[in-house]
Nanobody, 120 residues
Framework: VQLQASGGGLVQAGGSLRLSCAAS????????MAWYRQAPGKQRELAAS???????NYADSVMGRFTISRDNAKNTVYLQMNGLKPEDTGVYYC???????????????WGQGTQVTVSS
């Protein structure tokens, strides 16, 4: 299973970016999909997650500014980031729980990370 993330970049404060992450490979089903982020010198933290049914969960720091969504047919998760702040700067990683067969337990997979830089 491979996760390919894209959409990061450099943006001014108040701007927007949209991240995408597509899962591919030997996939039976994709469960919860999520975006984590890691700022320089800090631990990786959950930014947002979304269940198969579309229930979203957000960190307090991004609530009201970020929107997570998914396309189950494409095994893809998106993160629309509006009102970006310098403190949103970091590497953003997608994470999914995937079952590779009907008898396999869900396992977590990580994307390669995409850099988001917000200038003040």
């Amino acid at each position: 299973v491979q996760l390919q993330a894209s959409g990061g970049g450099l943006v001014q404060a108040g701007g927007s970016l949209r991240l995408s992450c597509a899962a591919s490979g030997s996939i039976f089903s994709v469960n919860t999909m999520a975006w984590y982020r890691q700022a320089p010198g800090k631990q990786r933290e959950l930014a947002a997650s979304i269940t198969t049914g579309g229930k979203a969960n957000y960190a307090d720091s991004v609530m009201g500014r970020f929107t997570i969504s998914r396309d189950n047919a494409k095994n893809t998760v998106y993160l629309q980031m509006n009102g970006l702040k310098p403190e949103d700067t970091g590497v953003y990683y997608c994470n999914t729980l995937v079952r590779t067969s009907v008898v396999a337990l869900p396992r977590a997979y990580w994307g390669q990370g995409t850099q988001v830089t917000v200038s003040s």
